[in-house]
């Protein structure tokens, strides 16, 4: 009987663990952009024709430029967020100044929508690089 309460404790905070590393992610804060408003800091990167899925990140994010074309996976935790259970993927094909976004993330418009109900709001998000 005492061998399986401990095991069974072993096997709980085995299980704590692993889904504690499920979960690893970077929470920070999402706002949405008009494209029309930025240029691309990617070379050869352009949205145009190719959907709404893009990104601006900051200078914590930007890495010198290496951030351009990375992807990233997010969802709205709190906020006006539309469903809480939506997930979704975003390339980043900008830099965000500090003078145009006070956000980790400034999304596109139309993904924006994907996640907020509110297009002029700040959100906060759990974000993973992929």
């Not at 920070?28 to 990140?57: E, H, I, R, W």
């Not at 709205?76 to 993927?89: A, L, Q, R, W």
Request: proline share 2%; charged share 20%; glycine share 10%.
């Amino acid at each position: 009987m005492e061998f399986s309460v401990k095991a069974i404790s072993g096997i709980l905070i085995l299980l704590c663990i692993g889904g504690s590393l499920l979960v690893l992610g970077d929470m920070g804060t999402a706002a949405s952009y008009d494209p029309l408003y930025l240029t691309s800091k990617c070379n050869g990167s352009d949205s145009s024709g190719q959907g709404k899925m893009f990104a601006a990140v900051n200078q914590g994010l930007w890495d010198d430029g290496a951030a351009c074309g990375r992807r990233y996976r997010l969802s709205c935790v709190s906020g006006p967020c539309k469903d809480m259970e939506v997930t979704i993927e975003v390339e980043v094909l900008y830099f965000c100044t500090r003078s145009l976004c006070n956000s980790t993330l400034a999304l596109h418009k139309d993904a924006f929508a994907d996640v907020s109900s509110s297009p002029n709001a700040t959100i906060r998000i759990d974000f993973t690089q992929l």
